[in-house]
């Protein structure tokens, strides 16, 4: 089954806007979660992580909210812009395994 | 410069015909991994290897076979592909420490198609 749920599938948000990517897990003994960024053509970049010691983590426009007793985390794109148009996933891992959510495609509309 | 190169970038094969399909990174990273992307699937973990002569299944190890003799190269073999295994392959490496792999860092992709 799938270890790390994703959604929405797909996102349309506006420049300027707040793009919000939410996942959930239910392995307690994760404790690495990464959103990776990629683009059509390219392997996925990290972009942003988090460990479950902290509730928020913020790079840039980019912010990690992490809720540990939810089971949930989420990524927030702040002022979206067109070149964030791209594919976001989600990930969790408990040391070596690596468990992917399925994706969100991201469009910003200029 | 840093990276993961994976060969061939793109590969049309039949079922049962043998394949190999290389990854080598230049970054000393001890954690290397496989990992197939599919539409409405995302990333599935493959195999995985922590150091030289160390591998480990992933999510999804049918069919596939790895092996890792030197530390810069982990190539992923299918020893009968089949139609299933039509995917997008990726390679990825990362620093390991005994807490586990952290920052990967993923390889161009290899376009697989098994006809």
Same mark, same amino acid.
């Given at each position: 089954?799938? $270890?790390?749920? @994703?959604?929405? $599938?797909?996102? #349309?948000? @506006?420049?300027?806007?707040?793009? =919000? #990517? ?8 994760? /404790? ?5 960024? $990629? ?8 972009? =942003? %992580?988090?460990?479950? /010691? ?9 912010? =990690?909210?992490?809720?540990?007793? %939810? ?5 927030? #794109?702040? /002022?979206?812009?067109?070149? /964030? ?5 989600? %990930? %969790?891992?408990?040391?070596? @395994? ?10 910003? =509309?200029? | ?7 061939? +970038? ?16 230049? &970054? ?10 599919? !539409?409405?699937? *995302?990333? +599935?973990?493959?195999?995985?290897? &922590? ?6 299944? *992933?999510?999804? !190890? ?12 982990? !190539? ?23 807490? *586990? ?5 993923? *390889? ?8």
């Amino acid at each position: 089954q799938q $270890q790390v749920k @994703q959604s929405p $599938q797909s996102l #349309i948000v @506006q420049k300027g806007g707040i793009s =919000i #990517i939410n996942c959930a897990y239910e392995n307690t003994a994760f /404790d690495y979660f990464p959103w990776y960024q $990629q683009f059509p053509g390219k392997g996925p970049a990290l972009l =942003i %992580a988090i460990r479950p /010691d902290v509730s928020e983590k913020k790079e840039g426009r980019f912010t =990690i909210s992490f809720n540990k007793s %939810a089971k949930q985390f989420s990524l927030h #794109i702040m /002022d979206s812009q067109p070149g /964030d148009s791209a594919t976001y996933f989600c %990930a %969790a891992s408990g040391g070596n @395994q690596f468990y992917f959510g399925t994706g969100t495609s991201l469009t910003v =509309i200029p | 410069e840093a990276q993961v190169t994976q060969n061939p +970038r793109y590969l049309i094969t039949v079922t049962g015909k043998k394949l190999t399909v290389t990854c080598s990174q230049n &970054m000393n990273h001890e954690y290397m991994s496989w990992y197939r992307q599919d !539409p409405g699937l *995302g990333l +599935r973990q493959i195999y995985y290897s &922590m150091n030289v002569e160390v591998t480990d299944k *992933g999510d999804v !190890p049918e069919g596939y076979k790895v092996s890792r003799k030197e530390k810069r190269n982990f !190539p992923l073999i299918l020893e009968s592909p089949s139609p299933n295994q039509t995917s997008l392959y990726f390679c990825a490496s990362s620093l390991w420490t005994s807490g *586990g792999a952290y920052e990967q860092y993923f *390889g161009p992709g290899t376009r697989l198609t098994v006809t």
